[in-house]
């Protein structure tokens, strides 16, 4: 665990009780709107031209973005806890545990914010 705008914890897999991890607002609103399965707000919380990269599979603009909340997120009973953060510039990069009906386990993201909204949502293949 790093603090000082770098990792930090969140009550969750073993790390400090009490907790919690910020991050950027428009990254917050992906969180929020995937655990109130919320499509609409989910896809307003990106740019026109955002994108999901997903393991290399890439959905773009408002209908990609959807269709992969639809696919994988929303419309599989997702849950999303944030357990680390850190941003550089405009790219935070967030380790998570994720419960769905379509995958459970923790994974990592790189979320990229353009004026103030979501340019791009990627998930990289594990290691």
């Not at 990269?53 to 944030?82: C, F, H, K, Q, Y």
């Not at 379509?102 to 979501?118: E, I, L, M, N, Y």
Request: aromatic share 10%.
């Amino acid at each position: 665990m790093f603090i000082d705008n770098h990792w930090t914890a969140r009550t969750a897999g073993g790390c400090l009780a009490g907790m919690t991890v910020e991050v950027p607002a428009p990254v917050q609103a992906v969180v929020d709107a995937i655990n109130d399965a919320d499509y609409d707000a989910f896809v307003a919380a990106f740019t026109d031209s955002g994108e999901v990269n997903d393991w290399g599979r890439v959905l773009s603009g408002p209908a990609g973005v959807r269709s992969w909340a639809e696919t994988d997120a929303i419309g599989m009973n997702a849950r999303m806890t944030v357990l680390e953060a850190a941003t550089d510039g405009d790219v935070t990069e967030i380790r998570f545990d994720w419960k769905s009906n379509r995958f459970t386990g923790q994974s990592t993201a790189f979320v990229t914010v353009v004026d103030g909204k979501v340019a791009e949502f990627r998930i990289p293949p594990s290691h």
